[in-house]
């Protein structure tokens, strides 16, 4: 496994890992493949220079993802929002993700002070992930996310680096 940040060059890894996530795990993410899968190659390419992306490769094969986004207010320029945490369901349980959120720590050093995500609050998974990883819950978002099946409670999360 390689864990490298993947860059505006590499969109196409990128968009490949970003539709499997909104294929398998729908309910863990704000956005839907049917709107991602329309997005032409230059959003994907933007979104990759606007951010910092991390990449888990087995055989050359992207299987994982990370990302963070800096604040850009004055005020808030010292926190980065993780967003697109996710692993290919045949390469979970590996140590795939601990070293995704180590790598996209790593990355933040430096840069900012913390980093904040939300994280589906029925993805007890996902969530005992960022503990282990020194995130620490301060909220929980009612009916953040709304589908077709219904709300979804958000857990709020930072990490102080």
Known sequence: MIIRRVLAADWHD?????????????EAFGSQYEVEARRPA????????????????VEDRIVGMAGYKQAEGLKDAHKGFVWGVFVE??????????????ALV?????EIEQL???VVATNRRAIALYER???????????????ASGYADEVLMVRFL
């Open 14 to 26: 990128y968009r490949t890992i970003r539709l499997r996530a909104l294929a398998l795990a729908p």
């Open 42 to 57: 230059g959003a994907f390419a933007e979104r990759l220079a606007s951010s910092v992306v991390m990449g888990a490769y």
């Open 89 to 102: 369901p045949e390469f979970q349980s590996r140590g795939i993700g601990q070293a995704l959120l180590l």
């Open 106 to 110: 790593g990355a933040a050093r430096g």
């Open 116 to 118: 904040i995500l939300a």
């Open 133 to 147: 990883n020194g995130f620490e819950v301060y909220g929980v978002e009612p009916r953040a996310l709304k589908s």
